[in-house]
C-alpha cells in the first residue's frame, strides 16, 4: 500500500508560481513496485487531466500538451517527495490538483483509470 498526501496548493494571479509537494509512504517494498508516479488535475465539470509524470525506474518525465514548458516535475528520493513546479500560470491552470501512483508498466502515464493509489488533493485556484 502507498499513501500519497499533496501539499503546496493555494491562489496566485496569473503569471504567478506555485511549487506542489506530495509526501510519498508506504516501505520501500511498496514503492520498489511503483512504475509511475504522476500530478493529474480536475476542474469543476472536467474530467481528470494529466499533467506531468515521472518513471519510477528510469526517472524520465513526461508533460501534458497544456504545461509543456511551464510545469516541471521532479522528486528528492532522501525525503521521498514528489514536486510539482508551475510557472507562469494561467486561469485554466485553476484545478484540485493529484498525486497518484501506480505499479503496472504500459506508457499510457496520463490515464488516470491506471492508477491504483491517490492522495486526497490541493486546490490551486488562479486569478487573472
Known amino acids: 500500500q502507498v499513501q500519497l498526501v499533496e501539499s503546496g496548493g493555494g491562489s496566485v494571479q496569473a503569471g504567478g508560481s506555485l511549487r506542489l509537494s506530495c509526501a510519498t509512504s508506504?516501505?520501500?517494498?511498496?514503492?520498489?513496485?511503483?512504475?509511475?508516479f504522476a500530478w493529474f488535475r480536475q476542474a469543476p465539470g472536467k474530467e481528470r487531466e494529466g499533467v506531468a509524470a515521472?518513471?519510477?525506474?528510469?526517472?524520465?518525465?513526461y508533460y501534458g500538451d497544456s504545461v509543456k514548458g511551464r510545469f516541471t516535475m521532479s522528486r528528492d528520493n532522501a525525503k521521498n517527495t514528489l514536486y510539482l513546479q508551475m510557472n507562469s500560470l494561467k486561469p485554466d491552470d485553476t484545478a484540485m490538483y493529484f498525486c497518484?501512483?501506480?505499479?503496472?508498466?504500459?506508457?499510457?502515464?496520463?490515464?488516470?483509470?491506471?492508477?491504483?493509489?491517490w492522495g486526497q488533493g490541493t486546490q490551486v485556484t488562479v486569478s487573472s
Open positions: 508506504g516501505g520501500t517494498s511498496s514503492i520498489y513496485y511503483i512504475q509511475w
Open positions: 515521472i518513471h519510477n525506474a528510469y526517472d524520465s518525465t
Open positions: 497518484a501512483a501506480r505499479p503496472s508498466y504500459g506508457g499510457d502515464w496520463h490515464l488516470p483509470e491506471k492508477y491504483n493509489f
